[in-house]
């Protein structure tokens, strides 16, 4: 017996959550890298606040979900060779 299984919307949204994830957690420690780098140079104290590094992750993840969510929709309207086929 063949499974119908649902349209694959939340597999395409959670890899591009999963991106964007990565990239943001990586933009943060990147970026918290080279201001503490600058700031020890300069001989400051280096200042990070917290809700700006959790507000860059949470925008990633918000602009991740909504990019992968339109190919995600897209791509359920159709069958797995075509959608395979389509650019």
């Keep these: 017996m ?3 299984s649902r349209p694959p919307v939340g597999r395409g949204v959670a890899t591009s959550l999963l991106l964007s994830a990565l990239g943001g957690v990586g933009g943060a420690l990147l970026g918290s890298a080279v201001t ?3 700031a020890s140079y300069q001989n400051w104290l280096t200042v990070i606040p917290v809700w700006a ?3 860059g992750i949470a925008a990633t993840l918000v602009i991740g979900a909504l990019a992968g969510l339109y190919p995600a929709i ?3 309207r159709l069958s797995p060779t075509e959608a395979l086929a389509t650019p």
């Design 53 to 55: 590094l959790a507000g």
């Design 2 to 4: 063949t499974r119908i």
């Design 36 to 38: 503490t780098a600058y």
């Design 74 to 76: 897209r791509a359920s």
